[in-house]
């Protein structure tokens, strides 16, 4: 969905994207610094990338939740309920400040940049929970083959703004304001929510 979003702005404004391959999040944001990558089309927001990168408008709500095996769920109240579990989080992912601080101060929580061996470590008991996008938790069990297994629990860990992330080397930085623009139009006029809907359906 990120990716037709920004096709969609980007192709207004006379901007030609060439997509790379998909890389580690860590090494993207790397290459995003040294001014090797232009653009991640979606980030949620924390202050240390702020300082480094240049944020557009959000443009979609995502809901981050709990992964667990079906088998073996509990019941997921609030942060406090991960307290002596073993977890997974994709690495150099981020959940919002509150949750970052609380996950470093609290818990037991390792980093994987391989989504397929999260799924398979938490499938066959190597952990008890994954935090992941809700969408993309579904669709990667789903892939994988471990959607009769791994299921979300109800509560949000988050609800985070998906934005662009642009390179402050980029000659596209001095586009943000007509990014911008463009962004809430898109958003006003429901293409987005429509895009989502489309995407849902991966899901059947």
Known sequence: MAVEVANEVFSVLGVELKWEAQLPWKRQQHHLENGSLDLIVAAYFNHERASKFIYSESYHIEEIRVFVHKDR?????????LKGKIGLRP?????????????E????????????????????RGVDYLVLALFDGLLSAKKYGFSSGIIPLPKNV?????????????????????INTKLMELKSSH???NLQQKYLHLLD
């Not at 609800?159 to 586009?175: E, G, N, R, T």
């Open 91 to 103: 690495l150099g992912g981020t959940y919002g400040s509150h949750f970052d601080q609380f996950a």
């Open 73 to 81: 769920a509990f019941d997921f109240k609030n942060f406090h309920s």
């Open 158 to 178: 988050a609800q985070l703004p998906i934005h662009f992330l642009l390179s402050k080397k980029s000659p596209c930085a001095d586009l943000i304001e007509e």
């Open 191 to 193: 293409v987005i929510e």
């Open 105 to 124: 101060d609290n818990l037991n929580i390792e980093e994987s940049f391989n989504t397929e061996s999260i799924m398979n470590r938490l499938y066959n």
